[in-house]
């Protein structure tokens, strides 16, 4: 059989694959049953949320400055860049006299994880828990204490006293002041307490993030590795310390206006299509795959196996 038949025929093979899974139900069951990385160099594939990572290394489950939790969910895995990153941040808190736990990284060869976390999916991902628990058991940890208040998303406060101290701020900042460190997701009320208790180098809350959740711990995600040709990064944040931003958005009155708007306009869209049918339109022809979703079907397709250890000469 000629080559370049062979190779069409490879190339059908991915497509329908593709088709299988990176559909909703598919896709989790299929990176998340794998144990093994694939060989080869460290290389992220596709969007934070939409990708895969070929090549991961397996992070030690403890380091210097750093310990990583929950290791028996098997996400531990990551960029070879993240790793070292991680080790370097590790140490650069050890010498402030401070460590931290570790929560997800990414899977074997990142991909959607089986729960609702859909970004980590290239390596790039890491989660920092901003406390550690009284009765500390690195496998079966109860979720440590928020620094945001839940009822009224104010900060939270123990004693008299806010919960929110000078290590958390030191956690943050360090991380921010890396260069490799693309931005930081916590929880929109830290980033307010933060703008409005800070009043000078605050340069760093550029990098911070206002996000829902997040007040136990912080998302860090680092830039994508410029030899990662095929790594889908994200527009860059706009200047300034994003202060001025509308940071209430994210809060829970604000999410269920929101919410409440959204039905009320679906409910309305409804009653006009009753009282007027659109004409039936002609099915949309579904898009190509791209590069990206061909290689992560393709890394779907190497052998689940332990990685070949190299000879020495």
């Known amino acids: 059989m000629h080559r370049p038949f062979l190779r069409v025929l490879r ?19 299929k990176f998340a049953q794998f144990k093994f990385p694939s060989q080869g160099p460290s290389e992220s594939i596709g ?33 070879s860049q ?18 931290v736990l570790v929560g997800d990284l990414s899977q074997p060869r990142g991909g959607l994880m089986s729960n609702r976390h859909k970004s980590h999916q290239t390596g790039l991902d890491l989660d920092v828990w901003f406390e550690r628990p009284k009765e500390f058991n690195p496998e079966t940890l109860s979720d440590p204490p928020s620094l945001v208040n839940r009822k009224t998303e104010e900060m939270a406060m123990r004693d008299g006293k806010l919960l929110f101290g000078e290590r958390h701020l030191k956690l ?15 929880n929109w009320a830290i980033k307010r307490h933060l703008c409005n208790t800070l009043k000078v180098d605050r340069d760093w809350l550029h990098k911070l993030r206002p996000w829902g959740g997040h007040d136990a711990h912080f998302h860090i995600r680092l830039h994508c590795p410029d030899s990662d040709v095929d790594c889908i990064g994200q527009p860059p944040i706009k200047p300034g310390t994003g202060c001025d931003e509308d940071l209430e958005w994210f809060s829970g009155p604000r999410k269920r206006e929101r919410t409440r708007i959204a039905k009320e306009e679906a409910k309305k869209r409804a009653e006009e299509i009753a009282l007027n049918p659109p004409k039936p339109k002609p099915p949309r022809k579904k898009p190509d795959p791209t590069r990206a979703e061909l290689r992560c079907a393709e890394l779907l397709q190497i052998p689940d196996k332990p990685l070949r250890k190299q000879s020495r000469k």
């Open 11 to 29: 190339i059908l093979g991915l497509i329908a694959l593709l088709a299988h899974p990176f559909g909703a139900e598919a896709k989790p069951k």
């Open 47 to 79: 969007g934070y949320a939409s990708g895969c990572l070929a090549g991961a290394v397996e992070m030690p489950k403890k380091g210097i400055g750093y310990q990583m939790i929950r290791t028996k969910r098997h996400r531990y895995f990551t960029h």
């Open 82 to 99: 993240t790793a070292a990153w991680l080790a370097d941040y590790g140490k650069a808190l050890k010498a402030q006299g401070l460590e």
């Open 172 to 186: 943050l900042k360090t991380a921010a002041r890396s260069p490799e460190v693309d931005r930081i997701f916590v």
